[in-house]
């Protein structure tokens, strides 16, 4: 089984089966999500500012971005969601075209007089749709214990 959405019971309900559980599927993020989650303590005393964008529509938590503020030790309530479409092209820079399909992490950190920005842009469904393909391909072509396995195994593994 593989669980493509963040906030379900899956993992809890399916005992004896492989799980598979991506909080994201596009594979380039999933790469940066799982080297901010090894590196992302050593930032824990700095300023930091986590800020979120999605397509106006979208009201389900942003997965990613908790995922991200977990790696660097903010609570969920510390993210910065956008959703006004206006705020998207003027104060992110989202191209007009993608304002109805983008997803978009900016990370902030400051010492003093230094600042860092790391910042994720995806837009369109296509990076997902090929991440999916790419994560079923692995599943099928390594045999997995039935128990839940993150992803991020799979790039460990070189699978991904």
């Not at 380039?28 to 080297?35: E, R, T, V």
């Not at 309530?77 to 998207?88: E, K, L, M, N, T």
């Not at 820079?93 to 860092?116: K, M, N, S, W, Y």
């Not at 992803?151 to 460990?156: R, S």
């Amino acid at each position: 089984m593989i669980e493509l959405s963040t906030g379900t019971d899956v993992v809890r309900l399916a005992h004896g089966v492989p799980v598979v559980v991506c909080p994201n599927a596009n594979l380039l993020m999933l790469k940066f999500m799982a080297m901010l989650s090894r590196s992302g303590s050593w930032f824990r005393h700095e300023f930091i500012r986590l800020t979120e964008s999605h397509q106006a529509g979208k009201t389900s938590v942003p997965g990613t971005a908790v995922a991200m503020a977990a790696s660097l030790s903010l609570p969920p309530q510390a993210i910065v969601s956008v959703r006004d479409p206006g705020r998207q092209s003027l104060e992110l820079g989202i191209p007009a075209e993608t304002l109805g399909r983008h997803a978009f992490h900016r990370i902030e950190i400051g010492e003093g007089d230094c600042r860092l920005r790391l910042e994720t842009l995806v837009t369109g469904g296509a990076p997902y749709v090929d991440g999916v393909r790419r994560i079923v391909e692995a599943s099928l072509s390594h045999p997995l214990e039935p128990r839940c396995h993150d992803v991020v195994e799979f790039i460990e593994q070189g699978w991904l």
